[in-house]
């Protein structure tokens, strides 16, 4: 919906085509001051866009937490309780009896180990404590155990602590591009490198899978378009990278694989490596 400052900046325009207007002067005085209400919206959505992206990673944190310390603890205790059962030696169980009871405890301790998974993949615990690259390493190796698909993660050996905000896109990026590289790509192997350039920061997520075709590829790296099942991921990564005036790059050929590379730029003392702070702004 057009705000009332657009509606009227495009009638005046409209009486300008028409010969109405105050001439060649007033028209370009209309087109400035459309581009600077454009601009001021484009600006207003990316604040509120920024804003939903938080909310939603302040969500996905409260529930890892929640999965962790309430759900899997009372997991862990029922796990207890039945290997107390099984192993007690007063208790009188019949085979039938020890089977099922066995059977649920393997289900539970199994259940316990996706609750933790599935909590680690909302919000990793890791990303808080230790930074972006113990947490990429982490994701790598778990991500290799459930796709067998093999990661080679390479980290800038001088990389310090990044702000909170900065850390957390460009993992929910590696995440996601290594997601979409086992649902679609149909390669074996992928590699991320996350490396210093300049005063900016680049992280790179190559698979050598069956690529992406040219026009689908011209649909991803348009900013308009159709978002398909893959290009949602897309949207999202560059709706993240949009809120530090970074941005989002992806190079295909067929059956040669795709790279996408993400870039963010630092401030120069982030870019030295002076910056330890996991939440400096």
């Known amino acids: 919906m057009k705000s009332s400052s657009m509606k009227k900046i495009s009638k ?32 207003s959505l990316r604040k509120f866009s920024g804003r939903l992206l938080r909310l939603q990673d302040d969500e996905h944190r409260r529930i890892a937490r929640d999965l962790h310390d309430i759900t899997g603890q009372k997991l862990a205790v029922q796990s207890m309780a039945l290997s107390q059962l099984l192993n007690s030696k007063s208790a009188v169980l019949d085979d039938e009896t020890r089977r099922v009871l066995s059977d649920c405890d393997t289900i539970n301790k199994q259940v316990g180990e996706e609750i933790r998974t599935l909590s680690y993949l909302l919000h990793p615990p890791l990303l808080d404590e230790l930074g972006l690259p113990s947490a990429v390493k982490w994701y790598a190796e778990r991500f290799e155990r459930r796709t067998g698909i093999r990661v080679k993660v390479d980290m800038y050996p001088e990389l310090n602590r990044l702000p909170a905000d900065i850390e957390m896109t460009l993992f929910r990026i590696i995440q996601e591009s290594l997601t979409n590289v086992h649902r679609y790509s149909g390669s074996s192997e992928a590699f991320v490198l996350v490396k210093l350039v300049g005063e900016q920061i680049e992280a790179k997520i190559e698979d050598r899978g069956r690529g992406i075709h040219r026009d689908a590829l011209n649909e991803l790296n348009e900013t308009k378009g159709k978002i398909a099942l893959l290009g949602a991921g897309i949207q999202s990564m560059k709706e993240r990278l949009r809120q530090f005036d970074g941005k989002l790059e992806i190079a295909s050929r067929t059956n040669e694989g795709t790279v996408i590379t993400a870039t963010v730029p630092l401030s120069p003392h982030l870019a030295n490596g002076k910056q330890k702070s996991p939440k400096g702004n």
Not at 20 to 43: C, F, I, K, Y
């Open 12 to 43: 005046r325009a409209s009486q300008n085509e028409r010969g109405t207007g105050h001439g060649a002067e007033t028209g370009l005085a209309d087109r400035a001051e459309a581009n600077e209400v454009l601009q001021a919206e484009d600006e």
